[in-house]
């Protein structure tokens, strides 16, 4: 009865911010959009009801981790992000831009830390109508992630590695030689929504 009670009451849940947020909560977004939550529909209990969290994806991270300390070993994270790999977003002939001016310089360890973090996690994102609605994903090494909503209809994406996908587009174009200054981009894909990779405080 406990288990269910503390299931209705967390069946939608605002995350908490972890540090790296709140120290970059004043920083850089994405010009001429609206900043919005992202939001995320997953489980924390393999038997349990789907939940929705919104936040940063580390913030909702955090939060699942709060709600279930067994989290990472109940959904065994390593067979998701093997799994995440078989279903690839198409980001291929994709419009995008590399603009150090607006973007900024990004670190090669952010990327790196980046793309396995969001391979890793299933469940659905959920990005607000747009268009121009943005919310930040995740940040590390001075080096952040943001997602777009360019339709007037919410966007949901098949799980967060489309969200890698997109970043890895934009490091295949804006860091040729990674070690040279590598530049932040955006990467728009055809289904209306993008993805941003630029500096920050974090």
Known sequence: MLSLLLYGLLAVVRAAPSQADVDDVDG???????????????????????????????????????INPNYEADFNRTAVATRSLEARTDFTGAEYNCLTQVWGSVNKKGYDEAVPYLQKHDGTPHMLPGPRVCGRVSCSYNTAVWMCNDATDDQYLINWSSVADGIQYIWSKCAPDPYLNPSGGQVFHYTNWNVVLRDASC
């Open 28 to 66: 850089p977004g994405i010009p001429g959009t609206t900043v919005s939550p992202i939001f995320w529909h997953v489980r924390a209990f393999p038997d349990g009801p789907t939940l929705t969290l919104n936040g940063t994806l580390q913030e909702m991270h955090k939060r699942l981790l709060e």
